[in-house]
């Protein structure tokens, strides 16, 4: 049984924000880790949103905080 969007109380981020994440994707030419769709920085640019890539804010927080070691 396949839920549709409405039956479900709230999506997934893969499907609620699948336009910004295939936006994100076709605009990413950066190494990714084995086994991800997305590059490191290109994965921080959809958690701290990116306006000139209509790419809403998902982290309410300094994004310094968010550092890759």
Known sequence: MTLTEEQLQRPPAEVRYADELAALRAADDEPRPPGRQLSLRAAR?????????????????????????
């Open 45 to 69: 640019r959809f958690i701290v949103g990116d306006e000139r890539a209509g790419v809403s804010r998902k982290f309410i927080g300094k994004a310094s905080l968010l550092k890759s070691s």
